[in-house]
């Protein structure tokens, strides 16, 4: 069966400051897609990022970037010189080839970021 | 733009009354979904739907049954609402193909009393 964990139930962090938000999966599946949501106060969940099982490249968006690491079974979320914009609650998702269609979530991790 | 629309943002019920939550998507999305989020448990998945009048159960489906009479709206039901299934509940649609995401609704926070 699959499987997210996100160790980190809330951080909090001073604006500027970096933060890593560590997402590590469980899968039996060699074809798998990870993804990371963004859920900020309003509650509507945000699609960030996705990833498939045969592309190991980091990815930087402007501020954002992620770590695939298969070796690891790991998907690490870092955003650099944070904001408090960036105060919300942030899932990391899988999803399985052959399995069902619907994504597993993780537990999710609140982050916030202080002025 | 993708929208996916909850028919409430937030609902008060009875225990013991029967609830409908509806979702409407606007994408001609194959898949829809529900979610119930609770503190520290993140999104659970209730049930999933593939196609009209195709339903599938997730990991959590008792005491809920869903209907999809038209390929834009999922309805999730509570048959005979419980304190218990207060909580937040999320619709989601996306396309049906191996990699592609969901794209949510607002939420519909639900308070059973």
């Known amino acids: 069966a699959q499987k997210v964990t996100q160790a980190q139930t809330e951080i909090s962090v001073v604006e500027k400051e970096d933060v890593t938000l560590d997402c590590v999966y469980e899968?039996?599946?060699?074809?798998?897609?990870l993804f990371w949501y963004k859920q900020p106060p309003s509650g509507e969940l945000v699609f960030l990022i996705r990833?498939?099982?045969?592309?190991?490249q980091n990815e930087i968006s402007g501020r954002y970037s992620w770590n695939f690491q298969k070796s690891t079974s790991s998907f690490n979320f870092t955003i650099t010189a944070s904001q408090v914009v960036d105060s919300a609650v942030y899932f990391c998702?899988?999803?399985?080839?052959?399995?069902?269609?619907?994504?597993?979530f993780g537990s999710g991790t609140r982050l916030q970021v202080q002025p | 733009d993708v929208k996916v629309t909850q028919s409430s943002r937030y609902l008060v019920k009875r225990t013991g009354e029967k609830v409908f939550l509806e979702c409407v998507q606007d994408?001609?999305?194959?898949?829809m979904f529900w979610y119930r989020q609770d503190p520290g448990l993140g999104l659970r998945l209730i049930y999933f739907s593939y196609d009209v009048k195709m339903k599938e159960k997730g990991d959590i489906p008792e005491g809920y049954s869903v209907s999809r009479e038209k390929k834009e709206r999922f309805s999730l039901i509570l048959e005979s609402a419980s304190t218990n299934q207060t909580s937040m509940y999320l619709c989601?649609?996306?396309?049906?193909?191996?990699?592609?995401?969901?794209?949510f609704g607002q939420g519909t926070r639900l308070t059973v009393v």
């Open positions: 990833r498939n099982s045969f592309d190991e």
């Open positions: 899968t039996r599946d060699t074809t798998y897609y």
């Open positions: 994408m001609d999305h194959e898949n």
């Open positions: 989601a649609s996306s396309y049906d193909g191996e990699y592609t995401e969901a794209f």
């Open positions: 998702a899988l999803s399985e080839r052959t399995g069902r269609r619907a994504l597993t």
